[in-house]
């Protein structure tokens, strides 16, 4: 390769120079924002935290000692697991297949000809993207009905179940706006060549477009579903027993200790940690196996 | 002949207005709902120890919960528990999403006009707080215009500031409020005298004290839908509760789960003894 100073090696001249394009920058961050960051941090991230943990009770002042409450947290951690956390990846799973599909929809309907269509689809996806999710899950847990009768069988819909449909909303209004960005993304030189090889615009759509928009729409997917799963403590708040529920539950019945708080709660971030962040390190990766070609 | 008709109508119209009254009153929906799917479903306390709170795997346990057990037996019914909170628990029980509550609820004027809350209540607290002896709280009135931290839902959270100016400090857990006491953010936490009781015995509170004399010593109700408190619902809940009392079942159930014996079940029991007993 031929040596160009500034760019094989060390400048020789402190005028600037134009420096090659480092593609790893070039792409717009914010749709990745949380899974560049959480990829970004070391694997033992979770341990300094912990250590930390370690230090805090030497300054508590009472007789029930940090060893009783770690010991309280063992003696509840697979309750914790099996009933509360198990949950939170139920609840990330249903709403995130729900706001696929939903939102899969709502961005095709976002590129729609006819202008109405796609004026309500545009609306719709600002409004659920724009919304704070916990205002979202209040409205749809006091909408919903608790139970429904038809005819003379009542089925009753348990509140994890308008959470995940709550939480479908803001996902499905921004995988909207990814398959929008991702169908527009694609050169328009690919429509303008399948018309002239006489697809319509489905086929276009559907045999042409649609295929190269998946590998790059799969990252932002699943930045979306690390966002969706550390958004799922959110339930709590509307008493969903999920694992911070739970845990509050816990430390009730462990007699309210306050020493309590700091290893439950550190137990709680430890095991969404441990979840997300090989979902944001593979996110990352397949982000860099995807980029598209300049 | 005609006014004989007239008073035959008028008698059928009264008949058929009265019991269309009475029908109107008593539709017994919540009962016949338990009854027709053999399930009942309680709403109790998961966060309110010893009375509703989880063991280890998971279970609700606690005095109301054996309390609840007590009704669907009697029912011949499967029971299902639902956890309540303070704040959401009426609503439940409004909205129909639960036929049953028993959730250490304090009888308020206010709260019998949402809930149909039975009588005889079967358990009675009163509100203290919790105070580093170093703070030297004497009286009520010392806590003006101070913050004191709380759990949200309390009634007397409200009854302690117009009352006595102090500013509360809610939070969602007990935990979170002791922590806060802790770290001084509050000069005291206000809450159950036999809370406060059975924390201040068990060691880990050694500088702190409970200074003040209980206030509002409220009885606790259970509650069954509006509509059903005079109907048959109602009027069961009634016979339950009374029964309790009478026979020391919920003396058994204190001594049971380690809560202080009070006054209050004694006394009751004392009260409604059968005249026939020796």
Known sequence: ?294 | MMKQLLAATAITALLASTTAASAAQCTNDAWNKVMSRGKIVVGVKADYKPWGFRNESGELVGMEIDMAKDVAETMGVKLEMVPVQSSNRMQFLEQGKIDLMIATMSDRPDRRKIVGIIQPNYYTSGTNVMSPKAVGLKKWEDLRGKPVCGKQGAFYNKIVSERYGADIVAFTGNAEAKQALRDKKCIAWVYDDSSIMSDLSSGNWDAYEMPLNSEDDNPWGLAVPPAEKDCVFGQFMTGMSYNWLQSGRLIELEKKWGIQPTAFLANQKKRMKDWLDK
């Open chain 1, 1 to 294: 390769m031929k040596h160009i100073p500034g760019v094989t090696s060390a400048p020789t001249t402190d005028l600037p120079v134009l420096l090659p394009l480092d593609r790893t920058r070039a792409r717009p961050p914010e749709a990745m924002m949380v899974s560049r960051w959480l990829a970004g941090l070391p694997a033992w991230t979770p341990l300094p935290l912990l250590a930390l943990m370690l230090l805090w009770p030497l300054t508590a002042e009472a007789a029930y000692t940090y060893g009783q409450a770690v010991d309280a947290l063992w003696r509840w951690l697979p309750f914790l697991v099996k009933s509360g956390f198990l949950y939170n990846v139920v609840i990330s799973f249903l709403a995130m297949a729900i706001g696929t599909a939903a939102g899969a929809a709502l961005g095709l309907a976002q590129i729609s000809q006819i202008a109405a269509i796609r004026r309500t689809a545009w609306f719709v996806t600002q409004l659920f993207r724009n919304s704070p999710w916990l205002v979202l899950l209040f409205i749809v847990m006091l909408a919903l009905p608790f139970e429904l009768v038809i005819g003379d069988t009542i089925i009753s819909i348990p509140d994890w179940t308008k959470a995940v449909f709550g939480l479908s909303l803001p996902i499905m209004a921004n995988i909207s706006e990814i398959v929008r960005g991702a169908v527009q993304s694609v050169p328009s030189a690919q429509w303008e060549a399948s018309e002239a090889l006489a697809f319509n615009r489905r086929q276009i759509l559907w045999m042409i477009i649609l295929p190269q928009c998946i590998k790059r729409m799969i990252p932002p997917w699943m930045n979306w579903y690390a966002i969706l799963t550390m958004a799922t403590p959110l339930c709590s708040l509307l008493a969903v027993e999920e694992i911070v529920t739970l845990s509050r539950q816990a430390i009730e019945a462990e007699d309210n200790h306050p020493e309590l708080l700091v290893p439950f709660y550190s137990f709680i971030m430890v095991i969404f940690f441990a979840y997300c962040y090989p979902i944001a390190r593979l996110t990352v990766r397949l982000e860099r196996k995807f980029a598209v070609k300049l």
